[in-house]
C-alpha cells in the first residue's frame, strides 16, 4: 500500500540553524500538510499546500516556517532560525482530490526534531 | 479546539469489541467523522470516515446516529497491537485542518 515517507527520522540541530524536513507525499495526491506534535501533547496543524500555494497555516506557522515543493515528488518544510520550543515530531501528510468527495489524509512516521 | 468530545480512557478485553464513543453535537450538515489512531509516536493513522451513513472497512465499523450527533467507532476483535489513542475528528473538506483532540486511550489487554 502507498505511503507517505518522511526524511531523517531525527534531526538534531542548533538552535538558530535553519532546518529542513522533507516528506514524500502518495503519489497520486494533491493536498500536502504539516502537523507537529509537541511531546505530551496533541497533534497540531500548520499548513496545507495544493497547487504551488499554501491553503490554510494555522497561527503556529509564522514567518520562520515556510513550505515548498521543489519537484514533483518532494515536499519540505523549512524553519529559518530554530528555537528550543520548535523541538518536537513533525509529520507530513497527503490526500486525494476527488469532487464532491471528502478524501482522507495519510500520514506519515514523522520526523522527531531536536533543537540543542 | 475539537468540536468531539470523547472518553480519557477504555479498557477492553483481547478478542472482545471495542466501542469507543464520540459526541460531536455541533457538527454541521457538510462535516463528515473521521477515526485516527496514534500507536505510541507513530504519525497517526487513518481508520474510517462517514458523512451520515454507517460505514464498515477491513479495520472497523463506523456507525452514525440519525441526527448525526455522536457515533461509535468499533473494532469487531480487538488484539493487543489495537492498543492506542483514538482520535474522532470532524471535517469539512481536502485541504483543510484536522484538528485533533486528546483522544481515547484504548488498552486491551490479555
Known amino acids: 500500500e502507498p505511503e507517505v515517507t518522511q526524511t531523517p527520522s531525527h534531526q538534531v540541530t542548533q538552535m538558530g540553524q535553519e532546518v529542513i524536513l522533507r516528506c514524500v507525499p502518495i503519489?497520486?495526491?494533491?493536498?500536502f500538510y504539516w502537523y507537529r506534535q509537541i511531546l505530551g501533547q496533541k497533534v497540531e496543524f500548520l499548513v496545507s499546500f495544493y497547487n504551488n500555494e499554501i491553503s490554510e497555516k494555522s497561527e503556529i506557522f509564522d514567518d520562520q516556517f515556510s513550505v515548498e515543493r521543489p519537484d514533483g515528488s518532494n515536499f519540505t518544510l523549512k524553519i529559518r532560525s530554530t528555537k528550543l520550543e520548535d523541538s518536537a515530531m513533525y509529520f507530513c501528510a497527503s490526500s486525494e482530490v476527488k469532487f464532491y468527495s471528502n478524501q482522507p489524509q495519510h500520514f506519515g512516521d514523522g520526523t522527531r526534531l531536536s533543537i540543542l | 479546539d475539537a468540536k468531539t468530545t470523547q472518553p480519557t480512557s477504555m479498557d477492553c478485553a483481547e478478542g472482545r469489541a471495542a466501542n469507543l464513543p464520540c459526541n460531536h453535537s455541533t457538527i454541521s450538515g457538510n462535516e463528515y467523522v473521521y477515526w485516527y489512531r496514534q500507536i505510541h509516536s507513530q504519525g497517526p493513522q487513518y481508520i474510517i470516515h462517514?458523512?451520515?451513513n454507517n460505514e464498515t472497512n477491513e479495520m472497523a465499523s463506523l456507525i452514525i446516529t440519525e441526527d448525526r450527533k455522536s457515533s461509535t467507532l468499533i473494532l469487531p476483535h480487538a488484539t493487543l497491537r489495537d492498543t492506542a489513542v483514538y482520535y474522532c475528528?470532524?471535517?469539512?473538506?481536502?485541504?483543510?485542518?484536522?484538528?485533533f483532540g486528546k483522544g481515547t486511550t484504548l488498552s486491551v489487554s490479555s
Open positions: 462517514g458523512l451520515k
Open positions: 503519489s497520486n495526491h494533491l493536498y
Open positions: 475528528i470532524v471535517h469539512s473538506g481536502a485541504g483543510t485542518a484536522l484538528i
